[in-house]
């Protein structure tokens, strides 16, 4: 039999009007940057109705077209600089957006969402920017131009090590 337990032992509890914010701070957010980047107004507006559909919407198509309309806005209209300041915003802001529209689709519009309940997808997001940043920090501080033969051969060694370990841990299951 199980055990009734009160809902304020859990904490805080949030309407989950609030990760549809999120999603809106979200895709202002990515507007914004892609404005920064030298988009054309008329592609801003498309953007912000995408915007709105995928706010209004969560579980549409809104928020994927969206987030890969500005990558490749982004990827067009920013020139050269391969690693600046407005990619590392898009990569936060699109990831943000998937995040809490992923949540919100499946989230009922009255319910209401406990803290505690946020703190495993919190986790798996710093967790992925920490480790997306650190692999840009790293691409920054490599040479330009032809890397050595030892850089080189490291890579495939990591690389190699990183398939071993993903089959390893996918025959533990």
């Known amino acids: 039999m199980s055990e009734t337990v009160a809902l304020e032992r859990y904490g805080v509890a949030l309407p989950a009007w ?19 980047d030298g ?6 507006v498309v953007g912000g109705l995408l915007a709105a559909s995928g706010v209004l919407s969560p579980s549409s198509a809104a928020p ?9 806005l982004s990827a067009v209209y920013a020139g ?6 407005t990619l590392f915003a898009l990569v936060f802001l699109v990831h ?6 992923g949540l919100a689709a499946v989230i009922p519009r009255g319910a209401r969402v406990h803290v505690a309940a ?3 997808p919190a986790r ?11 692999v840009a920090g790293l691409a920054v501080v490599l040479p330009a131009g032809q890397n050595p033969v030892t850089l080189e051969v490291l890579a495939v060694l990591v690389v190699a090590a990183t398939a071993a370990l993903a089959i390893l841990l996918l025959r533990r299951r």
């Open 80 to 85: 050269d600089a391969v690693l600046r300041p």
């Open 96 to 101: 943000l957006l998937h995040v809490s529209g």
């Open 18 to 36: 609030v990760l549809r914010l999120v999603m809106a701070v979200a895709s202002a957010g990515i507007i914004v940057v892609v404005a920064m």
């Open 118 to 120: 946020l703190r495993a």
């Open 124 to 134: 798996r997001f710093v967790t992925i920017q920490a480790v997306t940043l650190a």
């Open 64 to 72: 994927a077209v969206l987030s890969a309309g500005a990558a490749a």
């Open 39 to 44: 988009a054309p107004p008329a592609l801003l």
